[in-house]
């Protein structure tokens, strides 16, 4: 069975200041891996995705993750934050070959103070 | 053009009610899919339906039934509303089932049973 655990639930940082969120997973296969994010009442909106191919990925809006297998972490980061950033993130797991059955961390919450 | 919409946005009701949320997609997508977030943002997947067949079904009470009277629509009816169902239910879509697919969300409805 997979699971994902972000680490911390409120993250806070000021603008122009670098952002981590961290995600570890647990998974019985090569999972794929998602970050989410949604903005207050909206929809969750993908920010980006591993499957299998580089282990940089650069997502949307200037965010980009890592994975590390031999940790088995997913933390997303951005240089530089930005006050539209605030927002609830989610961390995604999927095993490889199976149904679509997504499990998501409990989010955590960006704060981004002037 | 609102690619994953659903309705109502907000949902107050008393408890032993039957209520329908409503959700479509113009996305021209083969997957739908109504996800439970509750008071601490925890998401959990209900159902899952591909072209109009059920292929995801959580373990959650008969009381909640979803249907899909094409593959645009996905529906979700609730009888006898429980405390417990206060929640935002999120549609979502995709274009395939399994895989690094990324899901479209609506922007959710907030049920509140009192």
């Known amino acids: 069975a997979q699971s994902v655990t972000q680490l911390d639930s409120h993250v806070s940082v000021s603008e122009g200041t670098p952002v981590l969120l961290r995600c570890n997973y647990s998974?019985?296969?090569?999972?794929?891996l998602f970050w989410y994010v949604q903005h207050p009442n909206k929809g969750l909106q993908l920010l980006l995705k591993?499957?299998?191919?580089?282990?940089l990925v650069k997502g949307i809006n200037g965010f980009e993750a890592e994975f590390k297998k031999s940790e088995t972490s997913f933390h997303l980061t951005k240089p530089s934050a930005h006050m539209s950033d605030a927002a609830e993130y989610f961390c995604?797991?999927?095993?490889?070959?199976?149904?679509?059955?997504?499990?998501f961390g409990t989010g955590t919450r960006l704060q981004v103070t002037l | 053009d609102t690619a994953v919409s659903q309705t109502p946005k907000y949902l107050v009701t008393q408890m032993g009610n039957d209520k329908s949320i409503k959700c479509e997609q113009n996305?021209?997508?083969?997957?739908m899919y109504w996800y439970k977030q509750d008071s601490k943002k925890f998401l959990k997947i209900m159902f899952s339906?591909?072209?109009?067949?059920?292929?995801i079904n959580e373990t959650v009470p008969n009381r909640f039934s979803p249907k899909s009277p094409d593959k645009a629509h996905l529906n979700l009816h609730i009888n006898s509303l429980e405390l417990g169902d206060s929640a935002v239910y999120f549609c979502?879509?995709?274009?395939?089932?399994?895989?690094?697919?990324?899901?479209?969300f609506g922007s959710g409805t907030q049920l509140s049973v009192l």
């Open positions: 591993y499957t299998s191919a580089a282990t």
């Open positions: 996305l021209g997508h083969d997957t």
């Open positions: 995604v797991v999927k095993p490889a070959g199976t149904a679509s059955k997504l499990t």
């Open positions: 998974s019985s296969y090569s999972p794929s």
């Open positions: 339906y591909n072209n109009k067949e059920l292929i």
């Open positions: 979502a879509s995709s274009q395939e089932l399994s895989g690094g697919e990324k899901l479209f």
